[in-house]
C-alpha cells in the first residue's frame, strides 16, 4: 500500500520548490510524482506534423521524488507524515501520524 497516491494534496518539503502545494497527477513506478503546477521545466520540441505536433517551447511538470513531499493534514493543514493502521474489519487505511486519524475512508 502506498502511503502517497493519485489526488492528494502534497507540500515540497526539500528542493527548489520547498513549499509549494498542489495536487499529485500522476506516481510513477520509480518512487517519483507528478504534482500539478510545480516542477515546471521548459522543453523545446520540434514540430512533427504528420503527429499533429506543433513546435515550440512546451512548458510541463517534471517529476519530484517522493521522499520530498509531504501529505497535508486538512485538520492543521501542514505537512503529515502517513502510516497504515489495519482496522477491525480487516482493511488497511493510511492514518496521519501527528492525529492518528484516517487519511481516506
Same mark, same amino acid.
Given at each position: 500500500?502506498?502511503?502517497?497516491?493519485?489526488?492528494?494534496?502534497?507540500?515540497?518539503?526539500?528542493?527548489?520548490?520547498?513549499?509549494?502545494?498542489?495536487?499529485?497527477?500522476?506516481?510513477?513506478?520509480?518512487?517519483? *510524482?507528478?504534482? $500539478?503546477?510545480v516542477n515546471? #521545466?521548459?522543453?523545446?520540441?520540434?514540430? @512533427? =506534423?504528420?503527429?499533429?505536433? !506543433?513546435?515550440?517551447? *512546451?512548458?510541463? $511538470?517534471?517529476?519530484?521524488? #517522493?521522499?520530498?513531499?509531504?501529505?497535508? @493534514? =486538512?485538520?492543521?493543514?501542514? !505537512?503529515?507524515?502517513?502510516?497504515?493502521k489495519i482496522?477491525?474489519?480487516?482493511?488497511?487505511?493510511?492514518?496521519?501520524?501527528?492525529?492518528?486519524?484516517?487519511?481516506?475512508?
Amino acid at each position: 500500500m502506498n502511503k502517497i497516491r493519485k489526488g492528494d494534496q502534497i507540500v515540497v518539503i526539500a528542493g527548489k520548490e520547498k513549499g509549494k502545494r498542489g495536487v499529485i497527477t500522476r506516481v510513477r513506478d520509480d518512487d517519483r *510524482v507528478l504534482v $500539478e503546477g510545480v516542477n515546471m #521545466i521548459k522543453r523545446h520540441t520540434k514540430p @512533427n =506534423p504528420n503527429a499533429g505536433i !506543433a513546435g515550440g517551447i *512546451v512548458e510541463k $511538470e517534471a517529476p519530484l521524488h #517522493i521522499s520530498n513531499v509531504a501529505i497535508v @493534514n =486538512p485538520v492543521t493543514s501542514k !505537512a503529515d507524515r502517513v502510516g497504515i493502521k489495519i482496522l477491525e474489519d480487516g482493511r488497511k487505511v493510511r492514518i496521519f501520524k501527528s492525529t492518528k486519524e484516517v487519511v481516506d475512508l
